[in-house]
C-alpha cells in the first residue's frame, strides 16, 4: 500500500527542512530537477510540486523560472522607518548589492498618481524602471515616477547610483516624509521577466509617495520584491505617532 500524498508530503518537506538547516543544503544551492527528485522520494511530480510549494511559501526555497529550484539565502531585513538607502541597507547587513537601469524616459502620469502627486490631468512625469540584485540575485524590480521640473537634466544622470544621494547632490532636495502601502501580490510582465518569475506568483509590492524636505509630494517608488527575499521590520519606539512614517531604504 503507498503512502498518502499528505504524508508524502509531510516527508519531503520535513527531509528538506533539516538539510537546508544543518547546512547541507547551503543558501544559493541549486535543488536537483524535479524528475530526479520525485525519483528520490519516490512520489509523483504533482506530490513533490505540492512539497516545495510548501517550502517555497515557507522563504525556505526559490524558483526561477526556467532555471529550477535553489535554496533561498538569508532575508533581507528591510526597516521602512529607515532614512537608509538600497546599497546602504544591503551592505549594512553584509551583502551585496547591484542595481541596473532597465529603462528611462518620460511618460503621462498614471491616473491614480494624479491626485497622489498633486498634478494636473495628463502631466508629464519622467520614469526610471531598474532592477535591483543582492548577492547576484535579482529580488527587486522598481519604477520612480519623478516629477521632471524639479530634476532637469537627470536623464543625463547615472541612475544606477542611489536617487536617495543624487536628489541631494544634485538638486539639493532631501526626503522629509513618505506615505506608503504594503501589499502582497502576483507578478505581471517586466516585473515577472526580470525576477525570474513565472506570471502570477506571490510577490511583495511596496508603493511610496516620498515628499521633500518642504513637505511638496516629488516622486513614487513602486517596488515589487521577491516574497522570500525580504523581511519587513518596523520598530514601533522608532516611529513617529503619524501614519506618515520617514523611510528611505530603496533609493
Request: aromatic content about 6%.
Amino acid at each position: 500500500m503507498e503512502p498518502l500524498p499528505n504524508t508524502q508530503i509531510a516527508h519531503i518537506t520535513e527531509t528538506l527542512r533539516c538539510q537546508i538547516a544543518a547546512g547541507a543544503l547551503p543558501s544559493g544551492a541549486k535543488l536537483p530537477a524535479e524528475r530526479e527528485l520525485a525519483s528520490l522520494f519516490d512520489t509523483t511530480r504533482i506530490t513533490l510540486k505540492d512539497a516545495l510549494s510548501m517550502l517555497e511559501a515557507e522563504g525556505l526555497i526559490y524558483r526561477e523560472e526556467r532555471r529550477g529550484w535553489f535554496v533561498s539565502r538569508p532575508r533581507l531585513v528591510y526597516n521602512p522607518a529607515s532614512r537608509s538607502h538600497f546599497h546602504a541597507l544591503v551592505a549594512a547587513q553584509r551583502r551585496r548589492a547591484e542595481t541596473r537601469v532597465l529603462g528611462a524616459e518620460a511618460v503621462v502620469a498614471p491616473f491614480e498618481l494624479v491626485a497622489e502627486l498633486e498634478l494636473a490631468p495628463l502631466s508629464p512625469l519622467f520614469c526610471i524602471r531598474r532592477a535591483r540584485r543582492i548577492d547576484d540575485r535579482v529580488v527587486l524590480h522598481v519604477t520612480h515616477f519623478l516629477r521632471p521640473h524639479l530634476f532637469p537634466g537627470i536623464e543625463r544622470q547615472d541612475l544606477s547610483q542611489s536617487l536617495t544621494e543624487l536628489y541631494r547632490r544634485e538638486y539639493g532636495l532631501e526626503y522629509g516624509r513618505s506615505r506608503f502601502d504594503i501589499c502582497p501580490t502576483a507578478a505581471r510582465g517586466e516585473a515577472a521577466r526580470v525576477l525570474n518569475l513565472a506570471p502570477g506568483s506571490p510577490v511583495l509590492a511596496v508603493t511610496r509617495i516620498n515628499y521633500d524636505q518642504f513637505g511638496r509630494p516629488i516622486d513614487c517608488d513602486r517596488e515589487i520584491w521577491r516574497h522570500d527575499a525580504v523581511r519587513i521590520r518596523i520598530d514601533s519606539n522608532e516611529c513617529p505617532s503619524s501614519l506618515d512614517v520617514p523611510l528611505r531604504s530603496a533609493g
